[in-house]
């Protein structure tokens, strides 16, 4: 059963870069999609991109370049750099992992406040 | 990008009814490639339908997917005191992936 989960500050300072990781268990890494969403306080989700197995990867245009997922299979991690964050980038932040694009294992989850 | 609109907002039931919700997709989702996934309070989203209809590991038989093209349904058939959460479709059909706004089944 892989299991995922996120790590990372819980407070970053308006402008300044947000960077999480993603721990997996129970998978090699070597197949698969891997995925970040984030929901922030009392909305929706949003997808904001994924990285392949060989190092593809596909963004959400929304977030307009702001945003890098790197993958480190020797380490089992992959992770989210999002730059210039602003208080709207203030969400519970997601790592998942699905066979296809399909976001069908997640992790519990971390919460990233954007405040001074 | 496919805009999801989902049907209603907010349903109010008593456990034993049956729940019916609604995603509607702006354009042709492709191979059905419709999934639900339910969130309670506090946790991650779990995936119950994937393909349209097809359940997920562990999801119990009243959950039940039907639809194609651009019109969704969700089943409850009869709802357990675990089953009020909030309820999100989602499209892997085209890139960004998209999800809906969420109905929340709440008690009647």
């Known amino acids: 059963q892989v299991q995922l989960r996120e790590s990372g500050p819980g407070l970053v300072k308006p402008s300044e870069t947000l960077s999480l990781t993603c721990t997996v268990s129970?998978?090699?890494?070597?197949?698969?999609?891997w995925s970040w969403i984030r929901q922030p306080p009392g909305k929706g989700l949003e997808w904001l991109g994924l990285?392949?197995?060989?190092?593809?990867?596909n963004y959400n245009p929304s977030l307009k370049s702001r945003v890098i997922i790197s993958l480190d299979t020797s380490k089992n991690q992959f992770s989210l750099r999002l730059r210039s964050v602003t208080a709207a980038d203030t969400a519970m932040y997601f790592c998942?992992?699905?066979?296809?694009?399909?976001?069908?294992?997640w992790g519990q989850g971390t919460l990233v406040t954007v405040s001074s | 990008e496919i805009v999801l609109t989902q049907s209603p907002g907010t349903l109010s039931l008593s456990p034993g009814e049956r729940a019916t919700l609604s995603c509607r997709a702006s354009?042709?989702?492709?191979?059905?490639?419709l999934a639900w996934f339910q969130q309670r309070p506090g946790q991650a989203p779990r995936l119950l339908i994937y393909d349209a209809t097809n359940r997920a590991t562990d999801v119990p038989g009243r959950f039940s997917g039907s639809g194609s093209g651009t019109d969704f349904t969700l089943s409850i058939s009869r709802l357990e005191p675990e089953d009020f959460a909030v309820y999100y479709c989602q499209q892997s059909s085209h890139s960004p992936l998209t999800f809906g706004g969420g109905t929340r089944v709440e008690i009647k």
């Open positions: 990285i392949y197995y060989n190092g593809n990867t």
């Open positions: 998942t992992r699905g066979s296809g694009w399909l976001p069908d294992n």
């Open positions: 354009q042709d989702v492709t191979k059905n490639s």
């Open positions: 129970g998978d090699s890494m070597t197949s698969d999609y």
